[in-house]
């Protein structure tokens, strides 16, 4: 079985504050990815990673960063929280291609007050 | 005409009836298309893959129109234990990445 698993369920964080939501597979998938989930707006892709060290930005990367020194490990970054990232956010991984079936994560829900 | 769309509902229906859904998408050339399942607060879990054959998985049917560019699940004989969000997933026109549609929501009654 794939396992994706991100490091908090909850997390509480003040405005500009510096967040790090972690996230590990076990299954040796190539490709990594973040999103986010709002109400209304449903899943939104943020950064994925296609190998170590590689990024590429999604749809929506302004206020985030991402770190991938590992091939197991996708480290999401709100360099200075605000309020309108209080959100679900969700990692994902996959095998094949970046268009391949995607496993998530349990998800961490934030909120930036 | 937006990449992919799915009807929000919510269906509501009652135990043992049959639901379809339906999802369109705007590219063409889209080769990846797959069914997910998400419960309240929970993570999306893959339900099926959609081939152009189309496909069944005991209760659930998923059949691809390439023509019309549409998919379709199809649900019968529901259960209380279906009621969640069903997303419509389709990849983007560089290959490059998933669309996920925003959700059908469903909820089954006894």
């Known amino acids: 079985d794939v396992k994706v698993t991100q490091s908090s369920r909850y997390l509480v964080k003040r405005t500009g504050e510096k967040v790090f939501l972690e996230c590990v597979q076990d299954m040796d998938h190539e490709n990594m990815f973040w999103y986010r989930q709002d109400p209304g707006l449903g899943l939104r892709l943020i950064y994925f990673?296609?190998?170590?060290?590689?990024?590429e930005k999604g749809d929506i990367p302004e206020g985030y960063s991402v770190s991938r020194e590992k091939k197991e490990r996708f480290s999401l970054i709100l360099e200075s929280a605000s309020t309108n990232q209080t959100s679900m956010y969700l990692c994902a991984s996959s095998l094949g291609g970046r268009a391949d079936i995607q496993y998530f994560g349990a998800g961490t829900r934030l909120s930036v007050l | 005409r937006k990449e992919v769309e799915q009807d929000p509902g919510p269906f509501n229906v009652p135990e043992g009836a049959t639901v379809a859904f339906n999802c369109t998408y705007s590219n063409s050339a889209s080769q990846s298309f797959f069914w997910y399942r998400q419960d309240c607060r929970k993570e999306p879990k893959l339900l099926m893959s959609?081939?152009?054959s189309g496909n069944e998985d005991g209760r659930f049917t998923a059949q691809l129109n390439r023509a019309s560019q549409y998919i379709s699940l199809l649900i019968r004989d529901s259960k209380l234990s279906d009621s969640a969000t069903y997303l419509c997933v389709v990849n983007n026109q560089a290959g490059t990445a998933l669309i996920f549609g925003k959700g059908t929501t469903l909820s089954v009654s006894s």
């Open positions: 959609v081939y152009s």
């Open positions: 990673s296609y190998d170590v060290k590689m990024k």
